[in-house]
Every structure is written in C-alpha cells, then in structure tokens.
T-cell receptor, first 115, second 114 residues
Framework: AQSVTQLGSHVSVSEGALVLLRCNYSSSVPPYLFWYVQYPNQGLQLLLK??????LVKGINGFEAEFKKSETSFHLTKPSAHMSDAAEYFC?????????????FGTGTRLQVTL | NAGVTQTPKFQVLKTGQSMTLQCAQD?????MYWYRQDPGMGLRLIYY???????DKGEVPNGYNVSRLNKREFSLRLESAAPSQTSVYFC?????????????FGDGTRLSIL
C-alpha cells in the first residue's frame, strides 16, 4: 500500500521569500513521486516528477523537489515566491506495478503569497 | 491541442436524478481515470480504465458507474444522485508505460446536488 502526507494544509509566505511545501510518502517498493499545482477553478497541472536517477528534480515555474529515500520525503521548494504562485499544491505517489499505475494523492497544501 | 475535455463544466441536480459526466482525450492515451475532489480530502479515485475494454473500481466507487466507450472516451454515471455526491469531478488520462508516466487532467465538472 502507498500513502502520502502533506504537512500543513495552508502555508503563507511573503513575496520573494522561500517556499517550502512538505511531502512524506509511505511505500513498500521504490515509488514514483509527483507534484501537481491547481489554480482556482482549473484542473491539476504537473509541476515535476521523480522517477529514477537524479534525486533533485527541477520543474516548471522555478520549482524543484528533492527525493530523500532515508527520510521518505519529497519536499517542494522555490527560492523566491511570486504572487502568481498562489495555488493549491498536491503531492502524489504511484508504484511501478500494474498497467494502471494508480496515483495516491495527499490532501493538498494551499499556498498564499502576501505582499 | 485540447488534451482532456470534460463536459459539462457545471451542473445542478436534484436528489434522485441521474446524470452522465463526459470525458474525452485526444492524446491517444491508454489509461483513463475519474476522481472526486472534496475540501481537505485531496483527490480520491472513483473508477479507472487501464485500457480500452477494461474498468475497475477505485477507492470510492459506490453510487457510480463508468463506461469506456472507446479509447478516447470515458464516462461517469450517477444513477440516483445524493447530496453526498456534491463535489468537483476530474477526469485524467495517462500514456502507456510504467508509473513514471504522469496523468493529465481535465478542468473538472462542478456538481451540486440539492
């Protein structure tokens, strides 16, 4: 079985400050990990993914995430927040088994960016 | 390039009414999924179709049925709508391959049941 925990349902940062959104996973086999972003009244858009290889993954809009197996974590960071980053962010995990490769999502973190 | 298209975008139903949510993808993807999104609960999988001709239950299938009409289309049916089914519904698709292939999402259907 697989699961995802996102610490903090709401995070508020000032514009220009570091963004850190936390994600921890539980998986019995090596996982594939994803971060998605959802803007108001829209669907989910892929930010970045970790599959194999380099543990530091760069995504769109200046975001990156680091896979740490020893900590079972995949935290999302951005050095300098912009107002346009205000959205809800979802961490998700899937296993490399089966043809459907179902995703398990965390409960989401809403990011607020203030002036 | 439309990606994943869901119709309708909004719908209000009365308890007991039936409705079908439509989803179509133009990316030649093999797998398709239906999720519901509720505040504080993330996305929960209702049903999925690993490939054309197959469907399987997800985490919360009760009260729903699905049809994989062809490779492009995957519909979700509420036979007798209940207020607990008020939610935002998302359809997603994924290309053939292992779990490293990401899912692509539509913009959702916002469904209210009175």
């Amino acid at each position: 079985a697989q699961s995802v925990t996102q610490l903090g349902s709401h995070v508020s940062v000032s514009e220009g400050a570091l963004v850190l959104l936390r994600c921890n996973y539980s998986s019995s086999v090596p996982p594939y990990l994803f971060w998605y972003v959802q803007y108001p009244n829209q669907g989910l858009q892929l930010l970045l993914k970790y599959t194999t290889g380099a543990t530091l993954v760069k995504g769109i809009n200046g975001f990156e995430a680091e896979f740490k197996k020893s900590e079972t974590s995949f935290h999302l960071t951005k050095p300098s927040a912009h107002m346009s980053d205000a959205a809800e962010y979802f961490c998700a995990v899937t296993l490399n088994t089966g043809t459907a490769s179902k995703l398990t999502f965390g409960t989401g973190t809403r990011l607020q960016v203030t002036l | 390039n439309a990606g994943v298209t869901q119709t309708p975008k909004f719908q209000v139903l009365k308890t007991g009414q039936s409705m079908t949510l439509q989803c179509a993808q133009d990316m030649n993807h093999n797998s398709m999924y239906w999720y519901r999104q509720d505040p504080g609960m993330g996305l929960r999988l209702i049903y999925y179709s690993a490939s054309e001709g197959t469907t399987d239950k997800g985490e919360v299938p009760n009260g729903y049925n699905v049809s994989r009409l062809n490779k492009r289309e995957f519909s979700l049916r509420l036979e007798s709508a209940a207020p607990s089914q008020t939610s935002v519904y998302f359809c997603a698709s994924r290309a053939r391959g292992g779990g490293n292939q990401p899912q692509h999402f539509g913009d959702g259907t916002r469904l209210s049941i009175l």
